[in-house]
C-alpha cells in the first residue's frame, strides 16, 4: 500500500527545478511493478507447483511470503526514509525490487523462490511507502491534483491488471517471465530516478543508535498476525496447533512492541499519533475499506473459476474494464475532491460500493461475464470515491509534524484489512457452502416425490447412453449430489457479499469523527 503524505504550499513551492514528468514516471514504474506483483502470481501458481515439484499447500507460501514480507516493512518504510534519505531509500528500494525478480525467476526449488519473495516483498514495501510522497514533493501547487489522480489510477487499476498480464504470459510463454519482465521496467526506473530525483538533503543532527529490539518484536508481532490470517482458514483455525502459536505470538510480540514504542523518545513507528480522533476513526474505516475492497476482488475471481469455469486468463480479461474505469474515474474524482466535503464523497462512495456488492450477491450459474460488467464497473466507482477521501479526512486535519508517522500507520491498517478480508471471507465461504449444501440436501429426502422423478429422468438419459441399470443410476445420483454442492456454493457467495456490504453501512457512522482537511494542504491517497 502506498503511502500518503501532505504537501504544504510553501514546500510545493520549493520544490527542485526537475524534470517533474520524469520523476512522476520513474516513481509510478516502481509503484506499479510492486502493486501489479501483489496479483499476478496467483494465476501462475498451479505452473509454479508442477515446475517446483511443491504441493498446493506449500505453493501458497509464494503468496503469503510476498503479504508478510510487506507488512512488515510498511510501518517502518517512514522511519527509514528518514534515516537513509528518501531517494536514497527508493533507489535501494528498486534495485533490490529487480534483483529479487530476478532470482524469483530462476528459482530452481520453492525454499529458494519462497527467500526471492520475501526479498521482492521487503524491497516493494519501500517503493510503495515513498513513491507518492516523491511524486507530490516535487508536482507544484497548481498540478498537485493531476499528480494525485495519475498516481492513484495505477495504484487502484494495477490488482486487477495483474491477473490479465500474468495469465497472457503463462499461458504463452511461461510463468518464470512473470518475474523477468520486471527487469527492463526496473532498469528504466532506476535510470529515471539516478537523473531526475532531486538529492536528499542532509542530517541536520546524527542519527541515532538503532533499537533492534523494537523492530524485531515489530517484524514478528506483524509476520505471524499476517501469517496468522494467510493460512488460518486452510488450516482450520484454531484447531491447528500452529495457528495457536502464531495468534499467541502475535499478541506478545505486538503488546511488548507497543509498551516499548510508547516509552522511547524516538520509536521505529510513533503510536502516539492516535491520539488525533480523525485518525483512529480514519484507520478503523481503513480496515473495514480494505476488506470491502480487496474481499470482494478476492471472491469475484474464485466466483468466475469455479461457478462460470473461467481460466485465468479469461477471468482476468473480465476484470480489465473495471480496472480501466478506475483509471478515468479518477481524474473526475481528484477534481472533485478540491471542491467537495471529502466525508461526503466517502459516504457517497461506501453507498456506491456496497450496492455493487449486492448487485453481485444476485450472481447464478447462468450469470455471464456480461452480466458481470456492470457490477464491477459500479464497483470501480465506488472504490474511487472511498479512495481517495477517506485518506483526505483522516490525516487532512493532522499537524504536519506527525503526518509521517500517521501515513504509515493508516495505511497498514487498510493492508491488514485487506488480509482480514479475504481470510474471513475464505471462511464464510467455506463454512456457508456447508451449511447451505447441508439445507438443500435435507431437502431432497428419497421418498421426496420431485426427487424421485429427477433421479428417474437421469437415470433413464443415462441408460440411453449405454450404462447399466445400476451404473446409470449411480450417475444420476452423482449429477444430483454435484447440482447441490454448486447451488450451496452460489449461495456461500451471496452471503459472502452482503456481509462485505453490511460492513461497509454498519461502519459508516464513523464518517462523523473524521475531520476536514485544513486549507491549503493537499493529502495523497494511499494504496
Known sequence: MAQLAVATPALTAAAPKNNKWAVAIAVAIGALLEVIDTSIVNVGLADMQTSLGASLSQASWIVSSYAVANVI????????????????????????????????????????????????????????????????????????????????????????????????????????????INLPLGVLAVILCLSALPPDEPHQTPPKSIDWASIAMLALGLGCLQTFLEEGNSHDWFDDPMIVVLCVTSIVSLVLFVRRALASDEPVVDLRVLRYRSLWAGSILSVVVGMALYGGLFAVPIFAQSILRYTSQQ????MLPGALATAVMMQFAGRLARKMDPRLMLVIGALILASSLVMFSTMNPMTSGDDLFWPLIVRSLGTVFMFLPLSMASL??????????????????????????????????????????????????????????????????????????????????????????????????????????????????LVMLLGKPQQGVKVEAGH
Not at 528518514?82 to 533507489?91: C, D, Q
Not at 500507520?409 to 482480514?420: A, D, E, I, K, P
Not at 440411453?464 to 454435484?482: D, H, I, V
Request: hydrophobic share 55%.
Open 315 to 318: 477471468t482476468g480479461l473480465m
Open 73 to 180: 516493512i510498511l510501518p517502518l518504510a517512514a522511519w527509514l526514509g528518514h534515516r537513509f534519505g528518501k531517494k536514497n531509500y527508493f533507489l535501494f528500494s528498486l534495485v533490490g525490487f529487480t534483483i529479487a525478480s530476478i532470482m524469483c525467476g530462476l528459482a530452481t526449488s520453492l525454499p529458494m523462490l519462497v527467500i526471492a519473495r520475501v526479498l521482492q516483498g521487503i524491497t516493494g514495501g519501500g517503493l510503495m511507502a515513498k513513491a507518492q510522497s516523491i511524486l507530490f514533493e516535487t508536482f507544484p501547487k497548481e498540478e498537485q491534483a493531476t499528480a494525485q489522480s495519475f498516481f492513484g489510477a495505477i495504484v487502484i487499476a494495477g490488482p486487477a491488471i495483474g491477473p490479465t498480464l500474468g495469465g497472457y504470459i503463462v499461458t504463452n510463454i511461461g510463468w518464470r517471465w512473470i518475474f523477468f
Open 396 to 509: 487532512g486535519p493532522i499537524p504536519r509534524k506527525d503526518v509521517a508517522s500517521a501515513t504509515g500507520f493508516f495505511n497498514l491498517t487498510r493492508m491488514l484489512g485487506g488480509s482480514v478480508g479475504v481470510a474471513l471471507l475464505s471462511m464464510m465461504l467455506t463454512r456457508r457452502q456447508a451449511f447451505h449444501m447441508a439445507v438443500v440436501a435435507e431437502k431432497l429426502v428419497s421418498n421426496d416425490p420431485v426427487t424421485i422423478e429427477r433421479v428417474n429422468m437421469l437415470t433413464g438419459a443415462m441408460m440411453a447412453k449405454g450404462a447399466s441399470a445400476a451404473e446409470a443410476k449411480q450417475r444420476a445420483l452423482s449429477l444430483l449430489s454435484g447440482t447441490v454442492a454448486q447451488q450451496g456454493s452460489i449461495m456461500s457467495f451471496a452471503d459472502t457479499f452482503w456481509l462485505a456490504g453490511m460492513l461497509i453501512v454498519l461502519f459508516l457512522p
